[in-house]
């Protein structure tokens, strides 16, 4: 990271470039692995313009008019799906919620196949989330159109590290030289994993804090610094990062009881206090109050949550863009006839 400015705020602060010129030099965004640092900064310093572009002036663009959007969602969701949602709508595409339980997924219909039903409609940009990990790579090799990867199974969540890394500089004014403890569940969490591989790209030292069942086997492989007691992890950290416990993705019991877990991993006050006292307090959602997190942090004045969620509309925003100023505007065809839709 030698030769980067520590404070890289101002560099968002440029104005977004003319609407053609490319910002992005890949045809997806399927995780923060491979990205450059040029990249990331690029689509940080869109989204910033776009977080006062909605906050202060025309919420409603014309950047997408013409492009068609779906959102495919095999898992539930609801801040990604509407952040998604509103960001395409915000940006003027057309944009298509494919709901699982009532597409013909249900049917027996593979992903694949699904995929490439949807493709012959011709969509600019398809965002999925899907329960396996390596489901967005595989589509983006199937479809015609930009393909962004919503969260993968336990592999990786782009735009949730994306939207954490523009909640810190917008605080923190860099993420060079800070030290964040990612605490919870690291073993099931594509947050977790997506945030490493950003934080460290962009000059952070980062610490993982969790019982030793909650940890991937290959965690001294990560380059992060691994805790297993909050109070040490916790100690003169700039950002404390929370994780829900994914109960879905765990086969048995990972631990004793949700009630011990809250006592030594759950993040309340006194925890917090180890921290450096500006400390950011940040979680992905959904929260669960009283399991990892205290109601009176997850709304105390350290939290940054709801703006978290602010960032995410703007960081969705600013991927849409980026992804179809690399494609050039599609001709309508006609869909394949015949058979059930
Ligand atoms: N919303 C995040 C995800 O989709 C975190 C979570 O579900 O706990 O991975």
């Not at 959102?71 to 990604?80: G, V």
């Not at 952040?83 to 699982?100: H, I, T, Y």
């Not at 006050?269 to 669960?288: Q, R």
């Not at 109050?289 to 509309?313: K, P």
């Amino acid at each position: 990271m030698a030769g980067r400015a520590a404070s890289i705020e101002p560099a968002l602060m440029t104005p977004i470039p003319n609407q053609t010129s490319p910002v992005f030099s890949q045809p997806h965004l399927l995780g923060i692995e491979g990205l450059s640092v040029s990249d990331v900064l690029n689509l940080l310093t869109l989204a910033h313009n776009y977080v006062e572009l909605s906050r202060h002036g025309e919420k409603k663009l014309s950047v997408l008019r013409g492009r068609t959007q779906i959102n495919l969602f095999f898992e539930a969701s609801t801040r990604t799906q509407s952040s998604f949602e509103l960001a395409g709508k915000r940006l003027g595409a057309d944009v298509m919620n494919m709901s699982v339980k009532s597409s013909s997924v249900s049917k027996g219909e593979t992903l694949i196949d699904t995929a490439v039903t949807l493709n012959a409609m011709n969509p600019d940009l398809l965002v999925i989330r899907h329960a396996s990990a390596g489901a967005a790579a595989l589509l983006a090799q199937k479809v015609g159109c930009a393909v962004i990867n919503a969260g993968d199974g336990a592999h990786e969540h782009p735009t949730q590290a994306l939207l954490d890394a523009l909640t810190i500089i917008r605080h923190k004014h860099r993420v060079e030289g800070l030290t964040v403890a990612i605490c919870g569940d690291i073993l099931h969490s594509r947050v977790a994993r997506s945030n490493i591989l950003l934080l460290q790209l962009l000059g952070a030292s980062v610490r993982v804090v969790a019982p030793r069942p909650l940890l991937p086997a290959a965690i001294d492989r990560w380059g992060v610094q691994v805790f297993s007691r909050m109070e040490e992890g916790l100690k003169d950290c700039d950002i404390v990062m929370m994780l829900r416990l994914q109960l879905e993705r765990m086969d048995g019991a990972f631990v004793p009881s949700v009630r011990e877990y809250y006592r030594y991993f759950g993040l309340d006050e006194e925890k917090l206090a180890y921290a450096k006292p500006d400390a950011l307090v940040m979680h992905p959602g959904p929260m669960n109050r009283g399991v990892e997190i205290a109601s009176s942090v997850a709304d105390g004045v350290q939290s940054v949550i709801r703006e978290q969620v602010e960032m995410g509309v703007a960081v969705r925003m600013a991927v849409l863009d980026a992804l179809a100023r690399n494609r050039p505007v599609q001709a309508e065809t006609p869909a394949p006839q015949g058979g059930e839709a």
